[in-house]
């Protein structure tokens, strides 16, 4: 009798866990610079027009380092909207840790739990903001660039993680980790649980007349990123993130309506 109850709990938790799985779908959102031509009021009705319930801003719409008060009554009409606030940048950092400190103080006024940043790989600077995060309690959140950038490779973005609080991780840029030649799906296993934020953008190599290698900013799902393999992962991993909207080409970012309802497209019908 004992043995038929473990059986039957045991084959009630896996029924469970495969239903939990099966209703996952990552989070969505939108990275501000895909709106940078629009002034705030003009980017909120975009993400309401799209249905996009959580919002990273760049410091044009939402400024960490300006006016407080501005920016309590910009996270209002956001929250009157029904849409989270909920991280910024790429912020700016300075080699001051009391300069650093303001983008701490503005995430926690705004009930920001990680903050999107790039610094420069410098012990003193990472030693200072190491500091901040444990103080705080507030995650960082490293961006990759291009594979020339100072952190254009995960090799570099290890070079800072090895050493440091687990609260400081990756805002994986998807496009970007893809125009350097790697692979999505693998690099967010390979991040340990890390990757606290992702930039959702495609990138594409293609060969120019004169045989040059030129990198493309397309449509998300029409490039060389391995989003099949990084949506299952994410499922595996019920990665509680946003993936965030973005695009670095400026004609889409002209009119970027048909770019955005085409990545929560992509990601609707393959996040299954």
């Known amino acids: 009798m004992k043995t038929k109850l473990l059986l039957a709990l045991a084959l009630a938790s896996l029924v469970f866990t495969s239903a939990q799985a099966a209703d996952y779908a990552p989070k969505v959102g939108l990275q501000s610079w895909t709106c940078r031509n629009m002034k705030f009021d003009e980017v909120v009705a975009f993400a309401e027009k799209h249905g996009l319930k959580h919002l990273q801003a ?53 009930g920001i739990k990680v903050i999107i940043v790039e610094p420069k790989n410098d012990k003193a600077l990472w030693d200072g903001l190491e500091e901040l995060v444990k103080e705080y309690d507030i995650k960082l959140a490293i961006h990759n660039h291009g594979k020339d950038s100072v952190y254009g490779t995960p090799e570099k973005v290890w070079s800072v993680l090895k050493d440091r609080d687990a609260r400081i991780g990756v805002c994986m840029d998807v496009g970007h980790l893809t125009g350097a030649g790697f692979d999505a799906g693998k690099e967010f296993v390979a991040y340990k649980g890390r990757v606290y934020d992702i930039h959702l953008k495609d990138k594409k190599t293609e060969k120019t007349a004169d045989g040059k290698s030129v990198i493309l900013d397309v449509m998300v799902g029409t490039g060389d990123a391995n989003y099949k393999g990084l949506l299952a992962e994410l499922k595996k991993a019920k990665w509680p993130g946003v993936m965030a909207i973005e695009t670095d080409n400026a004609t889409f970012a002209k009119e970027p309506s048909e770019f955005v309802a085409g990545a929560i497209k992509f990601v609707k019908t393959n996040a299954k």
Do not use: C, W
């Not at 009554?73 to 956001?78: D, S, V, Y």
């Not at 912020?91 to 701490?104: C, I, M, Y």
């Open 58 to 110: 760049i410091g044009n719409h939402i400024n960490p380092m300006g006016s407080l008060d501005e920016a309590k009554q910009k996270k209002a009409i956001l929250d009157a909207k029904g849409i989270s606030f909920y991280t910024f940048g790429v912020a700016g950092t300075s080699p001051d840790k009391e300069v650093n400190r303001k983008l701490f103080v503005f995430a926690k006024a705004m």
